[in-house]
């Protein structure tokens, strides 16, 4: 599955309807994010049971505050509608691979005590 656009409006069932969703907040402008994109898509193709969202924070500026988004690119993935990480800056393809594995792989019954 390619990546889709996430907005304030679609953002909270994206989150909810879907077992694992990485979220990348990004805007246009930032050379960072323009280079963390095609490793987002990358990982994208080869996971398509999971949901790979883009936010562009320039047109969705409520969603990133309430977020809590303060610089970009910032990566947030949910599992069961819980927020499981949130880290600003570009990970390289391997980092991003071994951070899909650990989101797969967590047990959310533990999560909850």
């Known amino acids: 599955m390619a990546t889709q656009a996430v907005t304030t409006q679609t953002f909270e069932k994206t989150i909810t309807d879907n077992d694992i969703v990485l979220v ?28 790979f969202a883009k936010v562009d924070v320039d047109q969705n500026q409520e969603l990133a505050g309430a977020a809590g988004i303060q610089s970009i690119p910032t990566l947030m993935v949910s599992k069961k509608g819980q927020i499981i990480f949130k880290q600003a800056g570009a990970l390289r393809a391997s980092d991003l ?5 650990q989101a797969r792989n967590l047990d959310m019954s533990k999560t909850a005590e």
């Open 24 to 51: 990348d907040f990004w805007a246009t402008w930032c050379g960072p994010c323009r280079a963390f994109g095609p490793v987002f898509e990358q990982a994208s193709e080869k996971n398509p049971d999971i949901v």
């Open 97 to 101: 691979d071994d951070l899909i594995t």
